[in-house]
C-alpha cells in the first residue's frame, strides 16, 4: 500500500508537464490505481486496491472556477503544459479559468479526464506510458 509521503516524493520529482507520464508510472507502481484533484485548492484524494486511500490537505490558496468550460482553451492548456512550457501552479491557474474543477487519473486506463463544475466531462487524455 502507498503512503502520502511516497507519493509527494514521486510528484517532488515534477517540474513540467513533460515529468507527468514517468510520475504516473512510478504511483502506478506503488499500487494507486487512481486520484481526483480538485483545482480549487489542490486536494487529492487517492486510491488503491482492497479500498485504500488517502486524502491530502490544501495546496495553496483558494482558486476561482470559471463557470463556463472550454474545451478549446484546455486543450490548449494541456498542450503547453505537456511540452513542459508551464509548472504545476500555473497549469492550475490556467485550468481554473477554462473551468475546470477537477480532473481525474485512472492509471488501469492511463487515462486523464477534466471536469467542470456541473461535473460534466469536458476532455479526457490518455497518458502516454513513456514521455510526451
Not at 477554462?98 to 477534466?114: F, H, P, R, S
Request: aromatic share 10%.
Amino acid at each position: 500500500m502507498f503512503t502520502e509521503q511516497q507519493i509527494k516524493a514521486a510528484h517532488a520529482k515534477v517540474k513540467t508537464g513533460a515529468d507527468f507520464p514517468a510520475y504516473i508510472q512510478e504511483i502506478k507502481h506503488l499500487g494507486l490505481i487512481s486520484y481526483e484533484f480538485w483545482v480549487s485548492n489542490g486536494k487529492t484524494e487517492y486510491f488503491g486496491a482492497n479500498g485504500h486511500s488517502i486524502k491530502s490537505d490544501a495546496r495553496y490558496a483558494p482558486l476561482t472556477i470559471a463557470d463556463c468550460s472550454s474545451s478549446k482553451q484546455l486543450e490548449h492548456i494541456i498542450s503547453i503544459h505537456q511540452q513542459g512550457q508551464t509548472d504545476f501552479i500555473t497549469l492550475c491557474h490556467q485550468v481554473a479559468e477554462a473551468g475546470v474543477e477537477k480532473w481525474m487519473i485512472d492509471t488501469q486506463k492511463m487515462l486523464c479526464t477534466y471536469y467542470d463544475k456541473a461535473g460534466n466531462k469536458i476532455i479526457a487524455e490518455p497518458i502516454p506510458e513513456a514521455g510526451y
